[in-house]
């Protein structure tokens, strides 16, 4: 784990702790031996540092690379580029099905190059958690989960057998099996272990807990102070693969919590307050780091709630230190007394332990916050940053329905062989989902005391909504079934359906036909409230057009309400059996009422009974047939799993940089395009390019399953790209959807045109605006993009996984200079764009564009190259990090 051959700085220790030795990298010894001023470093900071003195060999890490961690103090900020290697990778479904077909393919490719294919395997520790992939296809029965599993298994068959196939194949690669939890549940209750160790020459080395993931909410891990955020699947291959991950010494905002959440107040509330702060501040490509006395009143689950939201807030990661609140997290979750004592005596040693007489790090900025402000909160209808006080939700939906929707009537829409019609506003999917809130007791225990409340009143939920509960774990289950809990929820239609990211990422299945067929028709503004972290548009269901984020006792409370239209802070949810009416404040719990039901049924037992034999999974699980050895057994027919065509043709030595020449343009978008809108994770229809494609290798719409679960065959996702349903493309105006013009100026679906324009061997270009590629780090937003023939991708600003992707799928990342856009240029998307010199850019280099117009005229501006290290346009120079990684190891 360690390369260090030469310790500049005399850093490396040994740490006693009870009876055994440890191996370390001691900060304190360096800044004794050159390193003046480090204990003054932001924690996530020294995690970084430490990296560098562990692996410092004088290549890849150099003393100047260790000295600008210490100089980073003199500005707060750094334009060094160093490489970082995390100690770990963790994958989801989606993205780690992709990742290793690419493994696979690797391995194929190799033995063509006439290599071992024995020499790819993942150099690091990878996890990865089986949780993309369940739906709501039933819900509000007891047999809900049952049906959903069968239903999993049965369509997702050839994906699981090849993970299976993986989990035998590669060394150094676990697989955690379907109905467990989500990735950053499991990761936070078990993988996870705040100081890692590792046996190497005869020493115990321990060092920080570090990890990249495939999943842009693996930075909730943060919260137990293990430095983790997401990375492109592209990224996490070659970091699997020992490949150094090249950064920028980032900037470290200082987040200063004080004072105490007000009785009733949720850690959503308060992540809802903190993403709308710092999406205001402004923080991407930038670490927050949250110090203060409010910790104190926090707990770990807390924390965890706040650092999953990095994302949300635009940060790479929202850090949180060590103290006494993580080793208690670290017992109750059934680690290892010696673990916790390690964790202790560790981060006591390095300076990077929180207690009272801790001094402040030094930050690039400091934002502050008084818990006392923040109050009940929910976000919508389109961003996680658009935050609305609950005491305003009504106007500012009824706002939105004018203002977003274009809706000034209320119709009365019929529901078929129903007693009960519905309009806009009401609220058809209410689901307490996976990823921000599951992890956290309080708001499970707090949607379950609303659920209790209600029922002893005898309310019900309303009849049009499909109402969900998705834990991240079995461990919610466990202490949701201890307290009684479970079956007020279950009697108000909340029953389990599975344990995974089911209505956050598209898989909220589909709404019963009669209701579908009602907002169809009449074209209703129908709404979900769901206790995830993405609301993006189009992302949730196909038929709902407003999503709103809230609390799991709100998604409780609106199921009851059953529109957004209705102020739940001041009008009745409905009424009680005497006919009473029945308010919000009647049903919410006191902060006490939750802390007791936490303390008497969340414990330690529970944790080692779920995770004693994590990796063996369920008889659907152990009965699947494992084909292939060293090499994949590729099925021709398989719809889920293909050999991709990265390596085809595959040289030794990478062919020069060709520039791009009359390339035409595919798509003119507007601002924040999200990787949802790039690659959509949700459902299909069957008039789609995917769907017919399905449709003519005789699968049936029923078996169509999602975009995401097919991520291992490019077919499906190279049609898939740029397909979102609501999705805009300017060359298009007034058509939503995955539509451009073909060669002949007709409208045609952007796979068709794409493909056509392949046939005729002319390149593409993509223009978008601002925050082009925000959301979930998807690698087939980049994959996709390169299969469809486009070089390259000209914007105003990208988002930080994105841009990275499209670097590391050999996609040239171009930036507008100056405030000019192509609104600003005039652009139809009837030019030819022309992009020369490309052998001989270097990071962030001027590019010249040249722009041919159809009346003949040409003018051009200057872009800045987005490829921004080294490393990057040595990518890129190989046509991808895939090809960079595989030419090094055969050679």
């Known amino acids: 784990m360690t390369n260090s051959s030469l310790n500049s700085f005399n850093a490396k220790q040994t740490l006693k702790v009870g009876d055994k030795n440890y191996t370390y990298f001691s900060l ?105 992939s369940v739906m709501v296809d039933f819900f509000g029965t007891g047999n809900a989960f049952t049906q959903n599993v069968e239903r999993e298994y049965e369509r997702n068959g050839e994906r699981y057998e090849f993970l ?113 702060m710092l999406r205001e501040r402004g923080v991407v490509g930038k670490f927050v780091e949250f110090f203060g006395p409010g910790l104190d009143n926090l707990t770990l689950e807390d924390q965890a709630t706040i650092a999953n939201m990095a994302p949300e807030y635009g940060a790479t990661c929202g850090f949180f230190p060590v103290d006494d609140d993580t080793l208690d997290y670290l017992r109750t979750s059934g680690r290892e007394e010696e673990r916790v004592a390690l964790v202790e005596a560790y981060s006591k040693a390095q300076g990077m332990f929180r207690d009272g007489s801790t001094v402040d790090a030094e930050y690039t900025d400091t934002l502050y916050l008084d818990l006392d402000e923040v109050v009940p909160s929910i976000s919508g209808p389109k961003r996680p940053q658009d935050r609305i006080n609950l005491d305003e939700a009504k106007p500012k939906f009824v706002a939105a329905l004018a203002d977003e929707f274009g809706k000034t009537d209320q119709p009365k829409a019929a529901v078929e062989g129903k007693d009960f019609s519905i309009t806009h506003g009401d609220v058809v999917i209410a689901a307490i989902t996976s990823c921000t809130n599951t992890s956290n007791p309080a708001v499970l225990v707090a949607a379950g005391l609303v659920a209790r409340k209600a029922r002893a009143l005898g309310l019900e939920v309303k009849p049009w909504v499909k109402t969900s509960l ?288 392949a046939d005729q061997g002319t390149p593409l270009v993509v223009f978008g605006g601002k925050e082009y590629g925000t959301g979930s780090s998807r690698d087939w937003a980049a994959k996709g993009t390169i299969l469809l023939g486009v070089r390259a991708v000209i914007v105003e600003s990208f988002e930080r996984i994105h841009r990275s992707n499209l670097v590391g799928m050999g996609v040239l990342p171009l930036q507008f200079k100056d405030g000019a856009s192509w609104t600003s240029l005039g652009l139809t998307g009837d030019e030819e764009i022309s992009i020369e010199g490309l052998a001989d850019i270097t990071p962030r280099c001027d590019v010249t564009v040249k722009v041919k117009s159809p009346n003949g005229s040409d003018r051009s501006f200057e872009a800045l190259c987005r490829i921004d290290t080294e490393d990057e346009l040595d990518y890129y120079r190989n046509g991808g990090i895939l090809h960079y990684v595989l030419r090094n190891l055969v050679s």
């Open 28 to 132: 304190p010894e360096a800044e004794k031996n050159g390193l003046a001023g480090i204990s003054k470093l932001p924690n996530s900071l020294k995690v970084v540092l430490e990296n560098l003195l562990r692996f410092e060999d004088g290549r890849t890490v150099t003393k100047e690379d260790i000295l600008a961690c210490a100089d980073w103090l003199k500005t707060k900020s750094s334009a060094q580029e160093i490489s970082y290697r995390p100690a770990r990778v963790l994958m989801q479904d989606f993205t780690g099905v992709p990742a290793v077909v690419d493994l696979a393919a690797m391995r194929d490719a190799t033995a063509k190059l006439g290599a071992d294919p024995q020499k790819i395997n993942p150099q690091v520790p990878v996890d990865l958690v089986i949780d993309h």
């Open 164 to 276: 299976r196939w993986g989990q035998e194949a590669f060394d150094n690669f676990r697989v955690v099996p379907p109905g467990t939890g989500i990735c950053h549940q499991v990761n936070l209750e078990y993988l996870a272990q705040t100081v890692w160790t590792k046996e190497e020459n005869g020493e115990t080395i321990a060092y920080p807990d570090t990890l990249v993931g495939t999943d842009s909410h693996t930075t909730m891990i943060n919260g137990l102070s293990v430095l983790g955020w997401g990375v492109g699947g592209i990224e996490a291959e070659a970091a699997m693969l020992g490949q150094p991950i090249s950064m920028l010494i980032p900037e470290v905002i200082g987040f200063k919590l004080e004072g105490n959440m007000r009785d009733g107040i949720t850690a959503t509330d308060l992540v809802l307050k903190v993403v709308e």
């Open 470 to 757: 998705a834990p991240g774990s079995q461990v919610v289950t466990d202490y949701l079934t201890s307290s009684g809990l479970q079956d007020d929820l279950d009697a108000l239609g909340f029953n389990l359906v599975g344990y995974g990211c089911t209505t956050c990422i598209g898989n909220s299945g589909p709404l019963p036909p009669e209701i579908s067929k009602a907002v169809n028709e009449h074209d209703l503004v129908a709404c979900s409230v769901l206790s995830g972290n993405r609301n993006f548009e189009g992302r949730v269901n196909p038929d709902v057009k407003a999503n709103y984020l809230a609390s799991p006792p709100l998604v409780v409370a609106y199921a009851l309400a059953g529109n957004m239209s209705l102020d739940i802070t001041t009008e009745a949810l409905g009424n009680d059996a005497d006919g009473n009416p029945v308010y919000l404040k009647d049903l919410w719990p006191t902060s006490e009422e939750i802390k007791q039901i936490v303390r008497e049924n969340v414990t330690p037992e529970m944790f080692n009974k779920r995770y004693s034999d994590v990796f063996k999974g369920d008889a659907g699980w152990r009965d699947i047939k494992v084909e292939g050895g060293e090499t994949y057994a590729w099925n021709s027919s398989s719809t889920y799993v293909q050999n991709p065509p990265y390596f085809e043709g595959l040289t030794k030595e990478p062919a020069p940089v060709q520039d791009v020449k009359n390339a035409r343009i595919l798509s003119l978008f507007g601002d924040s395009i999200t990787t949802d809108h790039i690659s959509p994770a949700g459902s299909f229809k069957s008039d789609t390019p995917a769907g017919k494609y399905l449709l003519e290798r005789q699968v049936g719409v029923k078996d169509f399953n999602s975009y995401g679960s097919r991520r291992g065959n490019h077919e499906i996702m190279m049609r898939g790209t740029f397909a979102n349903i609501r999705i805009k493309n300017q060359m298009v105006p007034g058509v939503e959807g995955g539509f451009t013009k073909d060669p002949s100026g007709e409208v045609a679906a952007m796979y068709d045109a794409a493909m056509a324009y």
